[in-house]
């Protein structure tokens, strides 16, 4: 007997080590531009890297197919090929450590365009602490960034950050799939000066008519010209929406769309100013599609049996200046937080806890969404609109730009995050973008200097960035925030009013974006 269980025992730990070698991954480390090093390349020189390094380990892959593809930290990917896995599993992610995310930028086409998509998905995939960047140095943005056309694919977005898309950052176009969405920040979906944008976060396409699962969470979504769901024929199966920010989307057809969905719940999250644009006549028509709703949440469906819908502690709300400008144009509705369907579904016992509206003061965000909203319904027709909205193509505010942190002493306080985002609480720290590598310090002319009490900060932007203009005393103190704001392209004039301050010799330093200039001023 104590033979037979040594052979037993035997058998077993050859078949554990057996299984332990077949299953270990493999690691393929993949350089792309270090812009610190060459900080003045050509993104030619550097096309399709990321591409050529998966496409050139096809043959390993099939013997040893659990293999991770990491990029480098503090380094960009130029993308101008389509990464399709058609027969493998992909998982791509950052190295471990700390600095820049590794950045996908977009790169030329065999065409010499620029292409629609950055990766088609025909199998599983793992995205995982990549920053995915769409706009093109032209000014213009993707089209789209992630399509998804595997059947029962598992599609999962770990810790990212995706900016500037056209038609939505992941579109499903297959049945029976798993979207999984975690602690990643997605902004400037669309475009500002179509209205219909077709910005979306998620859109549910045709083909895709059955979703087993979708779930975002500890998410921030910002600046989106549309929906951050759409679903419009797709049944879903589970759907779970619990600790995201959603902050400034137009909305014209809603925000979160969950169409005909079995099981779903909308938990413990912000949605700042959704439905900017509130309730037009001018656009009744696509507000009200075949669900007849218009709402921040809304649901096509009621079953008879077996589904269940949970909505409970979301803060809803609209700030102040929103409210103001839609006053102003009799045609403009503030929009439902919920639609007559959702209220239905959950009952009217839980509608208290459902939602509230509170008003919050985040860190840092892009400028106020009335002036748009205000030169909009002005002339509805228009195709020039201010920027201080800023959504979407070269003029865009960056992931790397907002901050939606903000006082533990509001009601929207959850699941004791201390101030911190209910959102992605990642720092994606200053990305680098195709922007950066052309980024000089500013030039800055301070006139007069020596100044009686005002003085003028002259500076040229090359491109657009927050900027911050901070004057220090001699001891090195801050005594005034003279800016703090986004600025787009071009030649800026920012007054100084330094009378009640005492003469003497002042320093400042001027922040735009990478670019940091510091310099000395006099005051009599």
């Known amino acids: 007997m ?8 035997m058998v077993l730990v050859m078949v554990l080590s057996g299984m332990g070698f077949a299953d270990a991954q493999r690691i393929v480390k993949i350089s792309g531009w270090d812009v610190a090093a060459d900080p003045s390349g050509d993104p030619d020189t550097y096309n399709n890297q990321l591409y050529d390094a998966i496409n050139a380990d096809s043959t390993l892959r099939k013997t040893d197919p659990n293999v991770i593809y990491e990029l480098k930290r503090n380094h960009l990917y130029v993308l101008g090929k389509r990464i399709e896995n058609r027969d493998y599993k992909l998982h791509i992610r950052a190295e471990a450590g700390e600095g820049m995310l590794p950045e996908v930028i977009v790169g030329k086409t065999v065409a010499g365009g620029y292409g629609e998509d950055y990766i088609r998905a025909y199998n599983d995939i793992t995205l995982e602490n990549i920053a995915f960047n769409g706009h093109t140095p ?19 977005v770990l810790g990212c950050a995706m900016d500037g898309d056209r038609g939505g950052f992941i579109v499903p176009q297959a049945d029976s799939m798993t979207i999984i969405i975690k602690n990643s920040v997605f902004g400037n979906s669309g475009h500002r000066v179509s ?11 045709p083909d895709a008519k059955y979703i087993d699962t979708c779930i975002v969470e500890n998410s921030t979504v910002y600046n989106i010209t549309d929906r951050i769901i759409r679903n419009q024929g797709s049944q879903v199966n589970y759907l779970k929406i619990d600790h995201i920010t959603v902050l400034n989307n137009t909305g014209v057809h809603g925000c979160i769309q ?6 779903a719940s909308v938990t413990n999250s912000v949605f700042g100013n959704a439905i900017s644009l509130g309730h037009s006549a001018y656009r009744t028509n696509e507000q009200l599609q075949d669900d007849k709703h218009f709402a921040v949440i809304t649901l096509d469906s009621i079953w008879t049996s077996g589904q269940t819908i949970t909505i409970r502690n979301n803060n809803i709300y609209n700030d102040q200046e929103l409210v103001d400008v839609w006053a102003k144009y009799d045609s403009v509705e503030s929009p439902n937080a919920l639609c007559a369907t959702t209220k239905q579904a959950i009952g009217s016992a839980n509608l208290s806890a459902a939602a509230f509206s509170e008003p919050l003061v985040f860190k840092t965000i892009c400028g106020p969404i009335s002036d748009y909203v205000d030169a909009y319904y002005t002339n509805p027709a228009s195709a020039t609109f201010p920027e201080n909205w800023c959504v979407g193509g070269q003029d865009g505010y960056f992931y790397d730009q907002i901050d939606v942190s903000y006082a533990n002493t509001y009601q929207s306080y959850t699941a004791a995050d201390n101030g911190k985002p209910v959102g ?7 990305l680098s973008s195709l922007r950066s590598p052309k980024t000089s310090n500013p030039k800055v002319s301070v006139y007069p200097n020596p100044a009686f009490g005002k003085a003028n900060f002259g ?11 901070t004057v220090f005393d001699i001891t090195g103190s801050q005594v005034k925030l003279v800016a703090n704001s986004f600025m787009g392209a071009g030649t800026h004039n920012v007054e100084f009013d330094g009378s009640m301050l005492p003469s003497g010799v002042y320093y400042y330093s001027l922040e735009a974006g990478p670019g940091i200039t510091n310099g000395k001023m006099v005051l009599y």
């Open 2 to 9: 104590k033979k037979n269980y040594k052979i037993m025992v």
């Open 459 to 469: 500076f040229v932007l090359e491109t657009p960035a927050i900027v911050r203009i």
């Open 195 to 205: 209205y219909g944008g077709n910005g979306r976060l998620i859109d549910f396409r």
């Open 258 to 263: 969950l169409g005909n969905v079995k099981t």
């Open 424 to 430: 992605s609480l990642l720092n994606f720290g200053p």
């Open 138 to 156: 032209e000014g213009g943005v993707l089209n789209r960034m992630i399509e998804v056309f595997g059947a029962k694919a598992r599609f999962e």
